[in-house]
């Protein structure tokens, strides 16, 4: 079984909840607003990361890409920070990860499935603080919405 762990909007906060989740997957997906060197560079301790320049990511992340495709046991997923900025989806998509609303969000269209998995690091807008884990195995996938509701501010 293949684990991954699907975040977004960590804004400079790696909380040790989420670290705990880290320590037991196989990749990590990123989609946008790391906002810190030290933040990205924690995240390489864990597993292979794939990971997409956020709005909030500035001069540090020049070199992380917009957009990024990828797969990982035959699902191919595609990264984008803000959905709004998709021009066109790669045909070959089975998931859409995004972030930027700090929402969780899962929803099917068509044949593809579109995953926010929120905001896992400062708490904003009311919402929950909130990741995923995706499991792989036998070809097919599962998604777990990690919710950690906190009172972090």
């Known amino acids: 079984m293949t684990t991954i762990a699907i975040i977004s909007d960590t804004h400079g906060l790696l909380r040790p909840e989420v670290c705990e989740h880290l320590k037991q997957v196989d990749y990590i997906l990123h989609a946008g607003d790391i906002h810190t060197k030290e933040i990205y560079e924690q995240l390489l301790n864990y597993a292979p990361l794939f990971v997409v320049r956020g709005n909030n990511d500035k001069e540090w992340a020049e070199f992380l890409p917009s957009s990024l495709t990828i797969a990982v046991d035959n699902i191919t997923f595609y990264l984008i920070h803000n959905k709004r900025d998709i021009k066109q989806l790669p045909i070959e998509s089975n998931i859409v990860v ?46 777990y919405k990690i919710n950690f509701n906190t009172a972090y501010s």
Request: charged share 35%.
């Open 98 to 143: 995004y972030g930027h609303s700090h929402k969780y969000s899962l929803e099917r269209k068509d044949e593809v499935l579109w995953l926010n998995p929120g905001s896992c690091g400062r708490k904003r807008f009311h919402h929950d603080v909130t990741m995923a884990i995706l499991t792989v195995e036998d070809d097919r996938y599962r998604i």
